[in-house]
Nanobody, 116 residues
């Protein structure tokens, strides 16, 4: 499986971005997938995940602002990010697991999000 993120950029506080993660090699309906982020000098943190069932989980820091979803027609993982804050600035990565569970072991190259 290969993952390719896109959609990052620079935005003012209060703005919105939508990140995409194109998936090849697997059908996303079979995958547990997630979005992670890492800011300079900080540890990587999980932002959101979506299970094979479609159930989702979002970090408390983004609840009500970010929404993870799957576009099954395009075999793409998405995350809609609204009401962005400067503290959301980070490199964002999508990840997936190929073990049938949610042990994330395959990662994309990342896309930068900068909020000023």
């Amino acid at each position: 499986v290969q993952l390719v993120e896109s959609g990052g950029g620079s935005v003012q506080a209060g703005g919105s971005l939508r990140l995409s993660c194109g998936v090849s090699g697997y059908t996303i309906s079979m995958l547990c997938m997630g979005w992670f982020r890492q800011a300079p000098g900080k540890e990587r943190e999980e932002v959101a995940r979506i299970y094979r069932s479609g159930m989702t989980r979002h970090a408390d820091s983004v609840k009500g602002r970010f929404t993870i979803s799957k576009d099954y027609a395009k075999n793409t993982l998405l995350i809609q990010m609204n009401s962005l804050k400067p503290e959301d600035t980070a490199m964002y990565y999508c990840a997936t697991a190929t073990d049938g569970g949610c042990r994330f072991g395959v990662w994309g190259q990342g896309t930068q999000v900068t909020v000023s």
